[in-house]
Nanobody, 117 residues
């Protein structure tokens, strides 16, 4: 069974940068989208950034211009470069992959990002 393994989270001061990585343990076929979500304490999980069909990208308004999502097909990995981090970016970040084949969706285990003021 394919698993998504995230890395790169941690503690950083406001204004700093982090790069999250999400690697699939095996080949995932028929990918429709790859994305990053986050969930802060007491809040709903929200979409942060997404690559659709390997080309189009989308970002949550508060991260536009600061975060960049990218994908390395050869490594079966998706990245989230986060710059100019703010305390409100503090959350657990989850990797998500949606496909056209069962099980249709994969989630990573989450990685904690904490931004201190």
């Amino acid at each position: 069974q394919v698993q998504l393994v995230e890395s790169g989270g941690g503690l950083v001061q406001a204004g700093g940068s982090l790069r999250l990585s999400c690697a699939a343990s095996g080949r995932i076929f028929n990918i429709n989208s790859m994305g990053w979500y986050r969930q802060a304490p007491g809040k709903k999980r929200e979409l942060v950034a997404i690559i659709i069909n390997g080309n189009g990208t989308g970002y949550e308004d508060s991260v536009k211009g600061r975060f960049t999502i990218s994908r390395d097909n050869a490594k079966n990995t998706v990245y989230l470069q986060m710059n100019s981090l703010k305390p409100e970016d503090t959350a657990v970040y989850y990797c998500n992959v949606r496909t056209g084949l069962s099980p249709f969706e994969y989630w990573g285990q989450g990685t904690q990002v904490t931004v201190s003021s």
